[in-house]
């Protein structure tokens, strides 16, 4: 039963039994074999397949869904209980997004080691976007990000401010500009749409760490983060508008207490 509960659980926050299959690491056969299975054990429809790739969770399906996320909540609590005197390690996944995890993970790693709570910590690194999206699926435990959202399954707390600058060749027509979906993004657009620009010639790169080596061997321009830049770059301040904060993202119904408390001392300590 737990097997089928986890692939109805996947299927519900991706919408896509293709999706699922991928996460899962089995067949998309099986998925719809384990679905057909809980349909068949509660003698209802739990998805609307309307054709597209896309399914519909039914009434029930919902319904179903919070219990699940509950029953396998309290499954893992009774596995961390009968194997305590092993001292098992705990799953503590963190998402961050590029200029968060450089700047702000190095301070934050040392706290959460130092709380003596025996963590298998994993650290992951995506866009904004993709960390909301990672949080919201119940895949990770705890996001950084330099970009405010609106989720009303995610609370969102401000844990340092941040400051934008114009850096490298200012005369260099080249832009180098971060990917859609990223915090950088947002605050890039909004500099050309201020300054009525369209450029000719600019280069897409989803990794923060390049654009500022770029802009070390002197190619091309961008809008960076002044603590993420080395001291040799040269830079020109921009307005007030271009101050942004970085952002903690939790879930509003996590389950592990040993992870819930961690993480609300992490925000005890860091948040503005």
């Known amino acids: 039963m737990f097997r089928l509960l986890t692939t109805f659980i996947t299927v519900y926050e991706t919408r896509n039994f293709s999706n699922a299959a991928r996460q899962l690491f089995i067949s998309q056969p099986t998925v719809s074999n384990h679905i057909q299975q809980l349909e068949n054990h509660f003698d209802t429809q739990l998805f609307i397949r309307n054709g597209h790739s896309e399914v519909i969770p039914t009434e029930i399906a919902r319904r179903i869904y919070n219990r699940a996320l509950k029953i396998m909540s309290d499954w893992q609590a009774v596995e961390q209980d009968v194997l305590t005197h092993n001292e098992p390690k705990i799953p503590f996944k963190i998402a961050v997004s590029h200029t968060t995890g450089a700047i702000f993970l190095p301070k934050l790693l040392p706290f959460i080691l130092a709380q003596n709570t025996h963590f298998d910590i994993e650290v992951q690194m995506h866009n904004s976007d ?82 500022v080596a770029l802009l070390k061997a002197g190619i091309g321009k961008s809008i960076v983060s002044i603590n993420a830049l080395p001291q040799d770059i040269p830079y020109q301040m921009l307005d007030e508008t271009f101050n942004r904060n970085f952002y903690l993202l939790t879930s509003r119904d996590r389950k592990s207490t040993v992870i819930t408390n961690a993480i609300n001392k992490i925000i005890n300590d860091f948040s503005l």
């Open 130 to 211: 993709q960390v909301l999206e990672l949080l919201s699926q119940h895949h990770i435990d705890m996001g950084l990000i330099e970009k405010p959202i609106v989720d009303n399954n995610v609370a969102s707390h401000v844990i340092m401010h941040d400051q934008l600058v114009l850096a490298g060749d200012l005369g260099n027509k080249l832009w180098l500009v971060r990917e859609t979906g990223s915090g950088v993004y947002h605050f890039t657009q909004q500099y050309f749409k201020a300054n009525h620009l369209r450029p000719e010639e600019q280069v897409t790169i989803a990794n923060n760490d390049i654009i």
